[in-house]
């Protein structure tokens, strides 16, 4: 295992425990983080689109925040949808999460309307910072974490054998 997968489980690790020890920091962890998490994790080296798609979940969420807390009804939640699904082909977003992180509040039911999105928001910037931490990382001692890789894969099939 590499240098970003193990830090991404760290991390979503510290956001379920954060929002675990304070009722009102409950929100900083929900499932979908996990794919979000393992989506950037693919695209690291393109800064620009994960700020683009943080961007979108970022609207999506407010966008389902206020459409929540006007109405919480099926309508509400099949406009809310709609909002989504036609921004994301409008702006050609190719992630799905930011859906997810739409209808979040129809499930969550925050206490306020502004915590969801600025939970995400804070997340998702700890996210794109633990990713690019791990971007220099590897590409400062490439060699170091390129050689252990290989070792493990060696032991890996000795092991098997």
């Given at each position: 295992m590499t240098l970003k997968p193990?830090?991404?489980c760290l991390y979503l690790a510290l956001a379920y425990w954060i929002s675990s020890v304070n009722p009102m920091l409950k929100m900083f962890f929900f499932p979908t983080l996990a794919a979000i998490a393992f989506f950037f994790m693919s695209r690291v080296n393109q800064m620009k689109e994960l700020f683009t798609i943080s961007a979108a979940a970022i609207a999506a969420s407010l966008i389902g925040s206020v459409?929540?807390?006007?109405d919480s009804g099926v309508f509400s939640f099949l406009i809310t949808c709609l909002i989504t699904i036609s921004l994301i082909l409008y702006y050609k977003i190719t992630a799905a999460p930011v859906l997810a992180v739409a209808v979040i509040p129809f499930f969550a039911h925050p206490a306020m309307m502004?915590?969801?999105p600025l939970s995400l928001s804070l997340t998702l910037v700890g996210l794109i910072a633990v990713l690019w931490m791990c971007q220099k990382l590897e590409t400062q001692f490439g060699k170091l974490f390129a050689l252990s890789a290989k070792k493990n894969v060696a032991n890996e099939e000795l092991s098997y054998d």
């Open positions: 193990i830090a991404v459409i929540f807390f006007i502004w915590l969801f």
